[in-house]
């Protein structure tokens, strides 16, 4: 409701990772449901949003620098796609395409490549990256109502702080530099795709969290929205 509605949708989620930038470019996406230990209902969700082939393809000719390759086959939607999406757009209607995770790349390139990608936004398409800015699986507290780690809570406000003032190069080279970052951030890909909306956002935005908070006492469920 705080959104007006895309004519399309590309994700960069945490749960693609790959060697190589690739696309998905069939007509159907399947829905993936690639976790485990949850209740029955989640594996029977399905998100049937179709695919969008000519954008894919457009991507992939208008971004010659890195090659970005088609994946016609093998992935779909994974969860942290449709997690999402079902719940912003639970009609399935708006054609998806899913951005992999580079996984041999560094900080730097996801950013750039999040640049890349803001052209657009000035056809109707929604960029979203699905992932934590604190995720720390090892560290995570099943007692209910379950404070947050002072570490988690100190990194969030980081994010936050540098967001408002768009240093953005601080979360290119400094998020893991202090104690807090490297708590927070274990591994890259659930941090990565923030990379890339911040990369697509423009001067003129204005940004919103319209979700904050902490879960389980490690993980940040802060989103950030950019929009003019």
């Given amino acids: 409701k705080l959104l007006p509605k895309p004519d399309a949708i590309v994700v960069i989620s945490a749960h693609w990772e790959t060697q190589g930038t690739w696309i998905t470019g ?3 996406p399947r829905t993936i449901h690639d976790f485990y230990g949850f209740p029955e209902n989640l594996f029977q969700m399905q998100y049937p949003a179709p695919g969008h082939t000519e954008l894919s393809q457009q991507i992939i000719q208008d ?8 994946d016609n086959h093998a992935w779909g ?7 999402v999406l079902c719940r912003m757009y639970p009609k399935a209607n708006i054609p998806v395409v899913q951005l992999s995770l580079d996984m041999s790349q560094n900080a730097t390139y996801h950013f750039e490549l999040g640049k890349k990608l803001r052209f657009l936004r ?4 929604l960029i979203v990256g699905s992932g934590n800015v604190v995720h720390n699986l090892g560290k995570i507290s099943w007692k209910p109502n379950a404070p947050a780690y002072d570490w988690a809570l100190e990194f969030d406000h980081w994010v936050e702080k540098n967001a ?6 601080a ?3 400094e998020a893991t530099k202090s104690e807090a970052g490297k708590l927070s951030i274990p591994t890259t890909e659930h941090y990565d795709p923030l990379l890339y ?14 979700i904050t908070g902490m ?14």
């Fill in 26 to 28: 069939m007509q159907h």
């Fill in 63 to 70: 971004i010659s620098k890195p090659i970005i390759q088609p």
């Fill in 77 to 83: 939607l994974d969860h942290g796609a449709w997690s």
């Fill in 122 to 125: 000035n056809q109707g398409v």
């Fill in 164 to 169: 408002i003032e768009r240093n953005f190069q």
């Fill in 171 to 173: 979360f290119v080279h």
């Fill in 197 to 210: 909306i911040l990369g697509a956002s423009t001067e003129s935005d204005t940004l919103t969290f319209d």
């Fill in 215 to 228: 879960q389980n006492a490690s993980i940040s469920m802060r989103s950030l929205r950019f929009g003019t």
